[in-house]
């Protein structure tokens, strides 16, 4: 989950936002509420979601 938090800094809140929300949005996972860091939002998320999140950000389909 480290990994997923410095490359979501590095990329930036708003595109790391948007590709949060289309890869959990099919899930039980709730987005990240607008004054939450994206390491306290990360927690909730499961590997295989992060891993979606990740690849997406990467540019990989």
Request: charged share 35%.
């Amino acid at each position: 989950m480290r990994y997923l938090t410095t490359f979501a800094e590095k990329v930036g809140r708003e595109r790391s936002d948007a590709e949060s929300a289309k890869a959990i949005k099919s899930s039980g996972i709730a987005s990240r509420a607008p004054r939450q860091r994206c390491a306290t939002a990360a927690k909730r998320l499961t590997k295989a979601r992060a891993r979606k999140i990740i690849t997406t950000l990467v540019g990989r389909t």
